[in-house]
Protein backbone atom coordinates (compact mmCIF):
# COMPACT_ATOMS: atom_id res chain seq x y z
CA UNK A 1 0.00 0.00 0.00
CA UNK A 2 0.96 3.44 -1.02
CA UNK A 3 1.87 6.21 1.57
CA UNK A 4 -0.27 9.05 2.32
CA UNK A 5 2.90 10.45 1.54
CA UNK A 6 3.56 9.33 -1.94
CA UNK A 7 0.08 9.30 -2.97
CA UNK A 8 0.03 13.33 -2.24
CA UNK A 9 3.12 14.09 -4.22
CA UNK A 10 1.67 12.00 -7.30
CA UNK A 11 -1.21 14.47 -7.23
CA UNK A 12 1.19 17.54 -7.29
CA UNK A 13 3.64 16.44 -9.28
CA UNK A 14 1.24 17.03 -12.04
CA UNK A 15 -0.37 19.93 -10.86
CA UNK A 16 3.30 21.75 -10.29
CA UNK A 17 4.03 20.28 -14.16
CA UNK A 18 1.22 22.17 -15.21
CA UNK A 19 1.73 25.63 -13.09
CA UNK A 20 5.69 25.51 -14.70
CA UNK A 21 4.27 25.04 -18.35
CA UNK A 22 1.63 27.93 -18.31
CA UNK A 23 4.62 30.65 -16.68
CA UNK A 24 6.70 29.11 -19.09
CA UNK A 25 3.87 29.69 -22.11
CA UNK A 26 2.95 33.48 -20.48
CA UNK A 27 5.76 35.33 -21.94
CA UNK A 28 5.57 33.36 -25.16
CA UNK A 29 1.78 34.12 -25.04
CA UNK A 30 2.62 37.81 -24.69
CA UNK A 31 5.41 37.49 -27.28
CA UNK A 32 2.62 36.45 -29.43
CA UNK A 33 0.11 39.13 -28.67
CA UNK A 34 2.56 42.16 -28.98
CA UNK A 35 4.01 40.88 -32.19
CA UNK A 36 0.98 40.63 -33.82
CA UNK A 37 -0.02 44.25 -32.93
CA UNK A 38 3.48 45.94 -33.57
CA UNK A 39 3.66 43.52 -37.06
CA UNK A 40 2.50 46.30 -39.25
CA UNK A 41 5.35 48.53 -37.54
CA UNK A 42 8.11 45.94 -38.07
CA UNK A 43 6.70 45.34 -42.03
CA UNK A 44 6.35 48.94 -42.82
CA UNK A 45 7.92 49.48 -46.18
CA UNK A 46 9.82 52.78 -44.67
CA UNK A 47 12.08 49.88 -42.40
CA UNK A 48 12.02 47.56 -45.31
CA UNK A 49 16.14 48.33 -45.61
CA UNK A 50 16.49 49.48 -42.29
CA UNK A 51 18.06 48.35 -39.12
CA UNK A 52 15.13 47.73 -36.52
CA UNK A 53 15.17 46.45 -32.85
CA UNK A 54 12.75 46.46 -30.44
CA UNK A 55 12.54 45.66 -26.39
CA UNK A 56 9.69 45.55 -23.86
CA UNK A 57 9.77 44.71 -20.58
CA UNK A 58 7.83 44.44 -17.14
CA UNK A 59 9.07 47.52 -15.54
CA UNK A 60 9.20 45.81 -12.49
CA UNK A 61 9.75 42.13 -12.58
CA UNK A 62 12.27 43.09 -15.50
CA UNK A 63 10.92 40.71 -17.41
CA UNK A 64 11.32 40.39 -21.26
CA UNK A 65 7.68 40.69 -22.78
CA UNK A 66 8.60 41.27 -26.02
CA UNK A 67 11.94 41.42 -28.38
CA UNK A 68 12.29 41.97 -31.50
CA UNK A 69 16.46 42.12 -32.50
CA UNK A 70 16.46 42.63 -29.10
CA UNK A 71 19.70 41.38 -28.46
CA UNK A 72 21.35 43.02 -31.64
CA UNK A 73 23.63 46.29 -31.44
CA UNK A 74 22.30 49.52 -32.66
CA UNK A 75 23.84 53.11 -32.69
CA UNK A 76 21.60 54.47 -29.71
CA UNK A 77 22.57 58.26 -30.80
CA UNK A 78 21.19 60.50 -27.64
CA UNK A 79 19.53 57.59 -26.08
CA UNK A 80 23.14 57.06 -24.62
CA UNK A 81 22.47 59.95 -22.25
CA UNK A 82 20.43 57.56 -20.27
CA UNK A 83 23.39 55.53 -19.05
CA UNK A 84 25.40 58.50 -18.48
CA UNK A 85 22.78 60.54 -16.33
CA UNK A 86 22.08 56.80 -14.71
CA UNK A 87 25.78 56.61 -13.78
CA UNK A 88 25.61 60.54 -12.57
CA UNK A 89 22.84 60.30 -9.77
CA UNK A 90 23.84 57.08 -8.62
CA UNK A 91 27.96 57.99 -7.98
CA UNK A 92 27.63 62.00 -7.67
CA UNK A 93 23.82 62.08 -5.64
CA UNK A 94 21.01 63.61 -6.94
CA UNK A 95 21.46 67.08 -4.50
CA UNK A 96 25.33 67.17 -5.68
CA UNK A 97 26.30 70.51 -6.96
CA UNK A 98 29.11 71.53 -9.02
CA UNK A 99 31.78 74.56 -7.21
CA UNK A 100 33.86 76.80 -9.07
CA UNK A 101 35.92 79.00 -6.22
CA UNK A 102 37.10 82.08 -6.75
CA UNK A 103 40.34 81.98 -4.93
CA UNK A 104 43.24 84.90 -4.38
CA UNK A 105 46.67 85.84 -2.63
CA UNK A 106 47.92 88.84 -1.96
CA UNK A 107 46.64 91.90 -0.08
CA UNK A 108 45.18 95.06 -1.13
CA UNK A 109 47.23 98.14 -0.55
CA UNK A 110 46.04 101.55 -0.85
CA UNK A 111 43.24 100.06 -3.22
CA UNK A 112 46.01 98.12 -5.63
CA UNK A 113 45.57 94.48 -5.77
CA UNK A 114 48.80 93.05 -6.91
CA UNK A 115 48.10 89.57 -5.96
CA UNK A 116 46.65 86.34 -8.30
CA UNK A 117 42.75 85.72 -7.96
CA UNK A 118 42.61 82.01 -9.52
CA UNK A 119 38.88 80.39 -11.05
CA UNK A 120 39.35 77.24 -10.36
CA UNK A 121 37.07 74.87 -12.46
CA UNK A 122 35.48 72.53 -11.38
CA UNK A 123 34.02 71.19 -14.77
CA UNK A 124 30.29 72.56 -14.19
CA UNK A 125 28.79 72.31 -17.50
CA UNK A 126 25.89 75.32 -16.07
CA UNK A 127 28.35 78.03 -15.38
CA UNK A 128 27.01 81.14 -16.83
CA UNK A 129 24.36 79.05 -18.46
CA UNK A 130 20.79 81.08 -19.47
CA UNK A 131 19.05 77.88 -18.89
CA UNK A 132 19.90 77.87 -15.11
CA UNK A 133 18.90 81.37 -14.77
CA UNK A 134 15.99 82.17 -16.87
CA UNK A 135 15.04 85.59 -16.71
CA UNK A 136 18.57 87.41 -17.39
CA UNK A 137 21.68 86.68 -19.57
CA UNK A 138 23.12 84.09 -17.23
CA UNK A 139 26.81 84.57 -17.62
CA UNK A 140 26.75 88.38 -17.69
CA UNK A 141 25.01 88.35 -14.37
CA UNK A 142 27.26 86.06 -13.05
CA UNK A 143 30.47 87.78 -13.97
CA UNK A 144 28.55 90.86 -12.54
CA UNK A 145 28.55 89.97 -9.15
CA UNK A 146 31.84 88.05 -8.96
CA UNK A 147 33.48 91.71 -10.05
CA UNK A 148 31.61 92.87 -7.62
CA UNK A 149 32.63 91.14 -4.94
CA UNK A 150 36.39 92.49 -6.08
CA UNK A 151 35.12 96.02 -5.36
CA UNK A 152 34.07 95.29 -1.66
CA UNK A 153 37.48 94.22 -1.11
CA UNK A 154 38.49 97.99 -1.68
CA UNK A 155 40.68 97.53 -5.21
CA UNK A 156 40.26 100.39 -7.10
CA UNK A 157 43.61 99.05 -9.51
CA UNK A 158 44.34 95.51 -10.81
CA UNK A 159 47.64 95.03 -11.17
CA UNK A 160 47.92 91.20 -10.28
CA UNK A 161 47.39 88.27 -11.93
CA UNK A 162 44.22 86.88 -13.07
CA UNK A 163 44.34 82.81 -13.46
CA UNK A 164 41.73 80.53 -14.75
CA UNK A 165 42.82 76.72 -14.44
CA UNK A 166 40.50 74.39 -16.23
CA UNK A 167 42.64 71.25 -15.34
CA UNK A 168 40.18 69.10 -13.78
CA UNK A 169 39.24 67.86 -17.73
CA UNK A 170 41.64 66.84 -20.35
CA UNK A 171 42.79 69.34 -22.67
CA UNK A 172 41.37 67.95 -25.58
CA UNK A 173 37.66 68.86 -25.34
CA UNK A 174 36.13 66.78 -27.80
CA UNK A 175 35.65 63.11 -28.06
CA UNK A 176 37.21 61.39 -30.67
CA UNK A 177 34.76 60.53 -33.00
CA UNK A 178 33.04 63.81 -33.04
CA UNK A 179 32.45 64.74 -37.01
CA UNK A 180 34.07 68.07 -38.56
CA UNK A 181 30.74 68.72 -39.45
CA UNK A 182 29.53 68.94 -36.03
CA UNK A 183 32.30 70.55 -33.60
CA UNK A 184 31.18 73.93 -35.09
CA UNK A 185 27.96 73.39 -34.11
CA UNK A 186 26.33 74.22 -30.45
CA UNK A 187 25.31 70.92 -30.32
CA UNK A 188 29.33 69.33 -31.12
CA UNK A 189 30.70 72.19 -28.41
CA UNK A 190 33.57 70.60 -26.19
CA UNK A 191 33.15 69.72 -22.41
CA UNK A 192 35.90 71.68 -20.93
CA UNK A 193 37.37 72.19 -17.07
CA UNK A 194 36.15 75.51 -17.32
CA UNK A 195 32.41 75.68 -19.40
CA UNK A 196 30.32 79.13 -20.27
CA UNK A 197 26.63 79.33 -21.71
CA UNK A 198 26.53 75.70 -22.32
CA UNK A 199 29.74 76.75 -24.58
CA UNK A 200 27.75 78.39 -27.27
CA UNK A 201 27.04 81.54 -28.85
CA UNK A 202 24.57 83.20 -30.74
CA UNK A 203 24.74 84.46 -34.37
CA UNK A 204 22.33 86.88 -35.58
CA UNK A 205 22.13 87.76 -39.53
CA UNK A 206 20.62 89.98 -42.01
CA UNK A 207 19.43 87.81 -44.91
CA UNK A 208 19.20 89.35 -48.08
CA UNK A 209 16.42 90.43 -50.94
CA UNK A 210 17.23 87.40 -53.54
CA UNK A 211 17.79 83.63 -53.15
CA UNK A 212 21.70 83.61 -53.34
CA UNK A 213 22.58 86.82 -51.50
CA UNK A 214 25.15 87.30 -48.83
CA UNK A 215 24.12 87.72 -45.38
CA UNK A 216 24.94 90.44 -42.96
CA UNK A 217 26.41 89.43 -39.20
CA UNK A 218 24.54 91.34 -37.11
CA UNK A 219 25.59 89.75 -33.89
CA UNK A 220 27.77 87.49 -31.85
CA UNK A 221 26.90 86.81 -28.52
CA UNK A 222 29.11 86.01 -26.46
CA UNK A 223 32.14 86.05 -28.58
CA UNK A 224 35.76 87.24 -27.71
CA UNK A 225 37.23 90.25 -30.19
CA UNK A 226 40.32 88.05 -30.82
CA UNK A 227 38.32 85.86 -33.04
CA UNK A 228 37.66 85.91 -36.79
CA UNK A 229 33.96 85.02 -37.93
CA UNK A 230 34.28 84.35 -41.84
CA UNK A 231 30.87 84.62 -43.31
CA UNK A 232 29.96 82.51 -46.25
CA UNK A 233 26.23 82.09 -45.35
CA UNK A 234 24.04 83.51 -48.36
CA UNK A 235 20.45 83.94 -48.52
CA UNK A 236 17.91 80.83 -48.62
CA UNK A 237 14.45 80.31 -49.69
CA UNK A 238 11.69 81.42 -47.30
CA UNK A 239 10.66 79.19 -44.76
CA UNK A 240 13.41 76.83 -46.33
CA UNK A 241 15.26 76.68 -42.41
CA UNK A 242 18.48 76.47 -41.10
CA UNK A 243 20.81 75.25 -43.22
CA UNK A 244 23.66 76.60 -42.37
CA UNK A 245 27.05 74.75 -40.77
CA UNK A 246 29.63 76.25 -38.66
CA UNK A 247 33.24 75.36 -38.93
CA UNK A 248 36.15 75.70 -36.14
CA UNK A 249 37.58 73.64 -33.41
CA UNK A 250 38.44 73.68 -29.65
CA UNK A 251 41.05 76.67 -28.84
CA UNK A 252 41.02 78.11 -32.71
CA UNK A 253 40.52 81.69 -33.68
CA UNK A 254 39.24 81.28 -37.10
CA UNK A 255 35.67 80.68 -37.54
CA UNK A 256 34.31 79.84 -40.84
CA UNK A 257 30.34 79.20 -41.75
CA UNK A 258 28.62 78.11 -45.13
CA UNK A 259 25.27 77.46 -46.01
CA UNK A 260 21.92 79.42 -46.41
CA UNK A 261 19.26 80.35 -43.87
CA UNK A 262 16.02 81.60 -45.07
CA UNK A 263 15.36 84.84 -46.56
CA UNK A 264 13.18 87.61 -44.20
CA UNK A 265 13.66 88.43 -40.78
CA UNK A 266 16.93 88.19 -38.79
CA UNK A 267 17.80 84.48 -38.51
CA UNK A 268 19.53 83.65 -35.54
CA UNK A 269 21.23 79.95 -34.88
CA UNK A 270 23.86 79.13 -32.51
CA UNK A 271 27.41 78.04 -32.77
CA UNK A 272 29.89 76.38 -30.51
CA UNK A 273 32.68 78.57 -28.76
CA UNK A 274 36.60 77.79 -29.34
CA UNK A 275 37.47 78.75 -25.85
CA UNK A 276 35.05 79.45 -23.65
CA UNK A 277 37.81 79.87 -20.91
CA UNK A 278 39.63 82.72 -21.99
CA UNK A 279 36.36 84.08 -23.09
CA UNK A 280 35.24 84.25 -19.59
CA UNK A 281 38.74 85.76 -18.40
CA UNK A 282 38.78 88.63 -21.22
CA UNK A 283 34.64 89.02 -20.46
CA UNK A 284 35.74 89.35 -16.51
CA UNK A 285 38.76 92.03 -17.69
CA UNK A 286 35.55 93.88 -19.49
CA UNK A 287 33.76 93.98 -16.53
CA UNK A 288 36.24 94.83 -14.30
CA UNK A 289 36.51 98.16 -16.58
CA UNK A 290 32.92 98.84 -16.80
CA UNK A 291 32.73 98.66 -12.33
CA UNK A 292 35.62 101.79 -12.24
CA UNK A 293 38.29 99.25 -11.24
CA UNK A 294 42.06 100.02 -13.20
CA UNK A 295 43.09 97.06 -15.26
CA UNK A 296 47.09 96.87 -15.19
CA UNK A 297 47.36 93.20 -14.56
CA UNK A 298 47.39 90.19 -16.48
CA UNK A 299 45.48 87.01 -17.85
CA UNK A 300 46.18 83.53 -18.45
CA UNK A 301 44.66 80.18 -18.61
CA UNK A 302 46.18 77.30 -17.47
CA UNK A 303 47.17 74.64 -19.82
CA UNK A 304 47.86 70.85 -19.15
CA UNK A 305 51.08 69.97 -17.59
CA UNK A 306 50.92 73.71 -16.46
CA UNK A 307 50.37 73.65 -12.71
CA UNK A 308 50.38 77.57 -10.89
CA UNK A 309 53.10 78.34 -8.34
CA UNK A 310 52.48 80.70 -5.10
CA UNK A 311 53.93 80.77 -1.76
CA UNK A 312 50.47 82.41 -0.38
CA UNK A 313 47.87 80.89 1.46
CA UNK A 314 44.67 80.69 -0.83
CA UNK A 315 41.98 82.88 0.23
CA UNK A 316 37.73 82.49 -0.84
CA UNK A 317 36.65 85.75 -2.68
CA UNK A 318 33.35 83.89 -3.43
CA UNK A 319 32.09 80.35 -4.61
CA UNK A 320 29.58 80.05 -7.69
CA UNK A 321 27.39 77.00 -6.83
CA UNK A 322 25.27 75.24 -9.47
CA UNK A 323 22.05 74.00 -9.10
CA UNK A 324 21.22 70.25 -7.79
CA UNK A 325 22.55 67.48 -10.33
CA UNK A 326 19.26 66.53 -10.28
CA UNK A 327 17.87 69.23 -12.31
CA UNK A 328 21.18 69.31 -14.67
CA UNK A 329 20.23 66.13 -15.36
CA UNK A 330 16.19 66.86 -16.05
CA UNK A 331 18.21 69.32 -18.42
CA UNK A 332 20.10 66.73 -20.34
CA UNK A 333 17.42 64.38 -20.91
CA UNK A 334 14.73 66.70 -21.79
CA UNK A 335 16.86 69.09 -23.81
CA UNK A 336 19.24 66.24 -24.75
CA UNK A 337 22.33 68.66 -23.95
CA UNK A 338 25.51 66.99 -25.36
CA UNK A 339 27.67 69.24 -23.56
CA UNK A 340 26.31 68.59 -19.95
CA UNK A 341 26.10 64.70 -21.07
CA UNK A 342 30.09 64.97 -21.74
CA UNK A 343 30.70 67.37 -18.88
CA UNK A 344 28.80 64.49 -16.24
CA UNK A 345 30.31 61.77 -17.80
CA UNK A 346 34.13 63.26 -17.09
CA UNK A 347 32.71 64.38 -13.46
CA UNK A 348 32.09 60.92 -12.55
CA UNK A 349 35.88 60.26 -14.03
CA UNK A 350 37.18 62.93 -11.35
CA UNK A 351 34.74 61.52 -8.57
CA UNK A 352 36.95 58.36 -8.91
CA UNK A 353 40.10 60.39 -9.02
CA UNK A 354 40.86 60.54 -12.80
CA UNK A 355 43.22 64.15 -13.15
CA UNK A 356 42.87 65.11 -15.49
CA UNK A 357 39.40 63.27 -16.13
CA UNK A 358 39.37 62.50 -19.98
CA UNK A 359 36.96 61.00 -22.42
CA UNK A 360 38.37 57.48 -22.76
CA UNK A 361 39.30 56.74 -18.99
CA UNK A 362 35.18 57.70 -17.99
CA UNK A 363 34.29 55.46 -20.69
CA UNK A 364 35.62 52.78 -18.63
CA UNK A 365 34.39 53.86 -15.59
CA UNK A 366 30.81 54.27 -16.78
CA UNK A 367 31.11 50.47 -18.59
CA UNK A 368 32.23 49.31 -15.40
CA UNK A 369 29.21 51.15 -14.04
CA UNK A 370 26.77 49.65 -15.95
CA UNK A 371 28.25 46.22 -14.96
CA UNK A 372 27.66 46.56 -11.52
CA UNK A 373 24.19 46.54 -11.92
CA UNK A 374 24.05 43.56 -13.64
CA UNK A 375 23.62 44.97 -16.86
CA UNK A 376 25.70 42.31 -19.65
CA UNK A 377 27.75 45.15 -21.82
CA UNK A 378 28.96 42.46 -24.11
CA UNK A 379 28.39 43.88 -28.06
CA UNK A 380 27.98 47.15 -26.08
CA UNK A 381 30.52 50.11 -27.30
CA UNK A 382 30.86 53.49 -25.97
CA UNK A 383 33.11 56.09 -27.37
CA UNK A 384 31.25 59.49 -25.26
CA UNK A 385 28.81 60.39 -23.23
CA UNK A 386 26.45 61.47 -25.22
CA UNK A 387 25.60 59.73 -27.95
CA UNK A 388 27.30 61.80 -30.56
CA UNK A 389 29.69 59.29 -31.37
CA UNK A 390 28.26 56.86 -34.73
CA UNK A 391 30.47 54.20 -33.54
CA UNK A 392 28.29 53.91 -30.20
CA UNK A 393 26.62 50.45 -30.17
CA UNK A 394 23.79 49.20 -26.98
CA UNK A 395 20.82 46.78 -27.83
CA UNK A 396 17.26 47.18 -26.78
CA UNK A 397 17.36 44.93 -24.39
CA UNK A 398 20.76 46.53 -22.69
CA UNK A 399 18.19 50.12 -22.53
CA UNK A 400 15.39 48.44 -21.32
CA UNK A 401 17.51 46.81 -18.81
CA UNK A 402 19.19 50.13 -17.56
CA UNK A 403 15.21 51.01 -17.73
CA UNK A 404 13.92 48.64 -15.23
CA UNK A 405 16.86 49.03 -12.89
CA UNK A 406 16.50 52.64 -12.16
CA UNK A 407 12.24 52.70 -12.36
CA UNK A 408 12.40 52.93 -9.03
CA UNK A 409 15.01 55.91 -8.82
CA UNK A 410 12.48 58.95 -9.05
CA UNK A 411 15.16 61.20 -10.06
CA UNK A 412 16.06 59.15 -13.16
CA UNK A 413 12.25 58.87 -13.91
CA UNK A 414 11.67 62.68 -13.74
CA UNK A 415 14.44 63.72 -16.04
CA UNK A 416 13.44 61.67 -18.54
CA UNK A 417 10.81 64.38 -21.14
CA UNK A 418 6.90 63.54 -20.64
CA UNK A 419 6.11 62.68 -24.20
CA UNK A 420 3.62 65.07 -26.12
CA UNK A 421 4.79 67.91 -23.23
CA UNK A 422 8.46 68.30 -22.70
CA UNK A 423 11.74 68.83 -24.75
CA UNK A 424 12.21 66.59 -27.85
CA UNK A 425 9.40 64.53 -27.38
CA UNK A 426 6.44 67.55 -27.11
CA UNK A 427 5.44 67.04 -30.54
CA UNK A 428 4.62 63.01 -30.14
CA UNK A 429 2.23 60.87 -27.88
CA UNK A 430 0.00 63.52 -27.51
CA UNK A 431 -3.10 63.31 -25.40
CA UNK A 432 -1.73 60.61 -23.03
CA UNK A 433 -2.04 62.08 -19.38
CA UNK A 434 2.27 62.14 -18.88
CA UNK A 435 1.79 58.88 -18.59
CA UNK A 436 4.59 58.50 -21.39
CA UNK A 437 8.13 59.26 -20.79
CA UNK A 438 10.80 59.02 -23.83
CA UNK A 439 14.60 60.04 -24.38
CA UNK A 440 14.89 60.34 -27.71
CA UNK A 441 18.32 60.04 -30.26
CA UNK A 442 18.41 61.14 -33.53
CA UNK A 443 21.11 61.63 -35.88
CA UNK A 444 21.32 61.16 -39.82
CA UNK A 445 19.75 57.41 -40.41
CA UNK A 446 18.98 57.12 -36.65
CA UNK A 447 16.00 57.53 -34.97
CA UNK A 448 15.46 56.02 -31.57
CA UNK A 449 13.35 56.44 -28.33
CA UNK A 450 13.51 54.12 -25.33
CA UNK A 451 11.40 54.90 -21.55
CA UNK A 452 8.57 54.44 -19.87
CA UNK A 453 5.11 54.12 -21.11
CA UNK A 454 2.36 53.53 -18.25
CA UNK A 455 -0.52 51.11 -20.52
CA UNK A 456 -3.97 51.29 -20.05
CA UNK A 457 -4.07 48.36 -18.54
CA UNK A 458 -2.25 49.03 -15.54
CA UNK A 459 1.19 47.78 -16.38
CA UNK A 460 4.21 49.87 -17.22
CA UNK A 461 6.54 49.07 -19.40
CA UNK A 462 10.18 49.72 -19.96
CA UNK A 463 10.07 50.19 -23.91
CA UNK A 464 13.20 50.91 -26.31
CA UNK A 465 12.76 51.34 -30.48
CA UNK A 466 15.37 51.29 -32.34
CA UNK A 467 16.05 51.91 -36.05
CA UNK A 468 19.30 52.57 -37.87
CA UNK A 469 20.14 53.21 -41.81
CA UNK A 470 16.67 54.43 -42.64
CA UNK A 471 16.55 56.64 -45.38
CA UNK A 472 13.50 58.64 -44.58
CA UNK A 473 13.79 61.74 -43.04
CA UNK A 474 13.64 61.36 -38.67
CA UNK A 475 10.36 62.84 -38.51
CA UNK A 476 8.91 60.22 -40.57
CA UNK A 477 10.08 57.72 -38.67
CA UNK A 478 9.27 59.13 -35.11
CA UNK A 479 5.68 59.21 -36.27
CA UNK A 480 6.08 55.52 -37.24
CA UNK A 481 7.69 54.93 -34.06
CA UNK A 482 4.95 56.59 -31.81
CA UNK A 483 2.69 54.42 -33.22
CA UNK A 484 4.29 51.63 -32.10
CA UNK A 485 4.68 53.11 -28.38
CA UNK A 486 0.63 54.22 -28.59
CA UNK A 487 0.03 50.32 -29.14
CA UNK A 488 1.51 49.53 -25.91
CA UNK A 489 -0.03 52.93 -23.96
CA UNK A 490 -3.71 51.36 -25.30
CA UNK A 491 -2.91 47.60 -24.28
Known amino acids: MRSNYFQSTCVLKPFLAVQLLLLLFQPLSAQSGIHSKLLPIINDPLLAKAQFGISVRNAVSGAVLYEWNGNKSFTPASNLKLFTTSEALLLLGPDYTFKTPLLYTGEVINGVFNGT ?117 VTGAASSGDKSVIYSSPYASEVFAEGSVPMGKPYTVKGSLPDPAMLLGNMLIEEIKKQGIAWKGTCEVLKQGEEFQTNGNWKTLYVEQSVRLSSIVKLTNTTSNNVYAECLLKACGSSKGLKPSGTASSVMYLKKYIQSIGIDTAGMVIRDGSGMSPFNSISPNQLTALLSNMQDKGAFVRSIPVAGKEGTVAHICIGTNDQIRLKSGTMNGTTCYSGYVKANSGITYCVSFMVNKHEAKNRIIQKLLEKGILILFND
Do not use: C
Open 117 to 233: LKITGSGDPTLGSGLQTPGNSGYAEMIRIWVTKLKEMGITSFSGKLILDPLVFEYNSIPTDYTWGDIGNYYGAGSYGINLNDNQYFLTLKPGINVGDPTEVLSLEPWDSSWTFNNHI
